[in-house]
């Protein structure tokens, strides 16, 4: 399928994914999609989420973010088949359908009383996005 067709079939899905996400039909959303849907909307650059698109490539958020596609700014990963997505959650190295590898890299953030972790992900050894999340004891 060529680029074009890819990115039609992946405005479909995003703004399907999207509307079903803030109706009362989120219950027709596969687990595995609501989860790295809403990793994707933390991991994102604040400045892209706040202007509505992204900084790097111009793609609108969230609607893309639903999407199977990776955003072209290397934001974060494509979506990912289930146990690629276990393994990256768990700071191993994947390797997504394009061959891209992905990775993500977990430090805890020192002289702070709660477990705060800065979180880097990287694409083909590359940093492309850091935020910082909490863990819970």
């Known amino acids: 399928m060529n680029k074009f067709l890819k990115n039609v079939r992946a405005y479909f899905i995003g703004h ?8 009362r ?35 609108v958020t969230t609607a893309l973010q639903m999407a199977d596609k990776a955003c072209d700014g290397d934001c974060y990963p494509p979506f990912l088949a289930k146990l690629n997505w276990i393994a990256f959650k768990e700071g191993l190295t994947t390797v997504d359908q394009n061959e891209d590898v992905w990775m993500k ?13 800065e979180v880097t992900i990287y694409k083909n050894n590359n940093k492309v996005s850091k935020y910082y999340e909490t863990k819970s004891i």
């Open 16 to 23: 399907f994914r999207h509307k079903l996400y803030y109706s």
């Open 25 to 59: 039909f989120k219950f027709l959303l596969r687990p595995l999609i609501l989860e790295q849907f809403e990793w994707r909307v933390k991991a994102m650059n604040k400045v892209c989420y706040n202007q509505g698109s992204c900084v790097k490539c111009g793609c």
């Open 105 to 117: 890299r977990s430090t805890q953030v020192p002289g702070n009383a709660r477990a705060m972790y």
